[in-house]
């Protein structure tokens, strides 16, 4: 068994968001239920097995887990946590917005690479396809 008990306050990720919360039961070695307490941040939108793809044929989109949702962690992704949990309904829109504020950072990111990567075809081969 790890060296979480019940009742200890706790970071874990759950597929591909992160969470505050607190141990409600260590069902196994390799799993604990975890009482989700905040969101530390938000799942990744999309299929997990093409990512940055979204062209697939179900795009996923990922809710964040509910206040109070009980959610078996693995205990690998589970750390001990000492300070402050944040309100739910504040750390979850911290959550997501900070999603979207690194989402809308790459496609400024990806569109600026494009015009530089044109403006280099344009200069090796005089294309401007």
Known sequence: ??????????TAEY??????????????SMKAAVRILAVKEHPTQ?????PMDPSVPFFHQRRALS??????M?????RPFGGVIPEYPDSL???????????????AWARRSLQELNQLNVEYFGDSN
């Open 1 to 10: 068994m790890s060296d979480f008990q019940v009742g200890d306050r706790v």
């Open 15 to 28: 597929k591909t968001g992160a969470y505050y919360g607190e141990i409600v039961e260590l069902t196994s």
């Open 46 to 50: 999309g299929d997990l097995h093409h």
């Open 67 to 72: 206040f109070q949702e009980i959610a078996l």
């Open 74 to 78: 693995p205990v690998s992704t589970i």
């Open 93 to 107: 829109k911290r959550a997501l917005l900070s999603q979207i504020s690194k989402l809308t950072e790459m496609e």
